[in-house]
């Protein structure tokens, strides 16, 4: 059971926009940054949006982060077959004294 | 470019020691200005914060791993290195290690992993 609720799968179809939506508490988001990573098949997690919505060097600008209360939403516009993959948010948790939880994770299928 | 690579034994008997290491290529281990982490996937799960070290040697655990943890740095070496005691068929997973800036920030660079199977 993680600590930050993802929903298991998302799909849309090639060119569409999706979102993944990621839910904690006061504890967690609600006081925290919340990162986003995208891990391919068989490869490692990697970083895709942190501190909410800040995007590191290199990655497009299709990819969106944002935050509101104890919510965060991970927004993929233009959707293309190369971006199906697993994605993960985290943050911390303050009340469990755990410097890094994780969301479950989502799969996106890009029909 | 910043490379993680960790390496070490891939089978592990219960009860026994996982011990990996992590070594850092492309960048400096020193650096004040970041922190050093571990983290686990089971097959087919999700992401699991281990622990994570300063290159001074401060730690910071999981705490419902901390028990069995320990997190360690060899700055000669560019090196982090993990032990896990009293392993079980649960402590199955792929192991990362990564780099964080600050003890709750976000991981910016991580390694390729290394699957560590626990069974006799």
């Known amino acids: 059971q993680s600590v930050l609720t993802q929903p298991p799968s998302v799909s849309a179809a090639p060119g569409q926009k999706v979102t993944i939506s990621c839910s904690g508490s006061?504890?967690?988001?609600?006081?925290?940054?919340v990162s986003w990573y995208q891990q391919l098949p068989g490869t490692a997690p990697k970083l895709l949006i942190y501190?909410?919505?800040k995007r590191p060097s290199g990655i497009p600008d299709r990819f969106s982060g944002s935050k509101s209360g104890t919510s965060a939403t991970l927004g993929i516009t233009g959707l293309q077959t190369g971006d199906e993959a697993d994605y993960y948010c985290?943050?911390?948790?303050?009340?469990?004294?755990?410097?890094?939880?994780f969301g479950g994770g989502t799969q996106l299928t890009v029909l | 470019q910043l490379q993680l690579q960790e390496s070490g034994p891939g089978l592990v008997k219960p009860s026994e020691t996982l011990s990996l290491t992590c070594t850092v290529s492309?960048?400096?281990?020193?650096?004040?200005?970041?922190?050093w982490g571990w983290i686990r996937q089971p097959p087919g799960k999700g992401l699991e914060w281990i622990g994570s070290?300063?290159?001074?040697?401060?730690?910071y655990y999981n705490p419902s791993l901390k028990s069995r943890v320990t997190i360690s740095v060899d700055t000669s070496k560019k090196q982090l290195s993990l032990r896990l005691s009293s392993v079980t068929a649960a402590d199955t997973a792929v192991y990362y290690c990564?780099?964080?800036?600050?003890?709750?920030?976000?991981?910016?660079?991580w390694g390729q992993g290394t699957l560590v199977t626990v069974s006799s």
């Open positions: 990564a780099r964080r800036l600050g003890t709750v920030t976000h991981f910016d660079y």
């Open positions: 492309g960048g400096s281990i020193s650096s004040s200005s970041y922190y």
């Open positions: 070290i300063y290159y001074s040697g401060t730690t």
């Open positions: 006061s504890s967690n988001i609600g006081n925290n940054y």
């Open positions: 501190e909410n919505d």
């Open positions: 985290g943050t911390w948790d303050s009340s469990l004294s755990v410097h890094a939880v």
